[in-house]
């Protein structure tokens, strides 16, 4: 049987971005890993976990969660620094 450990290492995903995608799609964190994976295979799928990640700093910003805010703006950048190519 596959762990959620087993799952983040297969994925390349940070726990913090797996816990934002099971947020925002309401999601258990296991299926929230597998459609991670998934979804960062495609440069469609990074965009949307990128929008993902950008709503989710938001919410926790409006709720006044800064922990939070600085835990998923630290994963969105490391996230980006990974998946996204730069723009010029």
């Not at 297969?10 to 309401?26: F, G, Q, S, Y």
């Not at 998934?38 to 990640?53: A, E, F, K, M, W």
């Not at 950048?77 to 990974?82: G, H, L, P, S």
Request: charged residues 30%.
């Amino acid at each position: 049987m596959l762990t959620l450990r087993d799952c983040l290492d297969m994925c390349d995903l940070t726990p913090e971005v797996v816990e934002a995608i099971a947020d925002r799609e309401r999601l258990p964190a296991i299926l929230a890993a597998q459609l991670g994976c998934c979804l960062s295979c495609t440069p469609d799928g990074c965009r949307h976990i990128d929008h993902l990640l950008s709503a989710s700093i938001a919410d926790a910003a409006r709720q006044r969660n800064f922990r939070r805010c600085v835990r998923l703006r630290r994963a969105r950048d490391q996230f980006r620094a990974a998946h996204l190519p730069r723009q010029a």
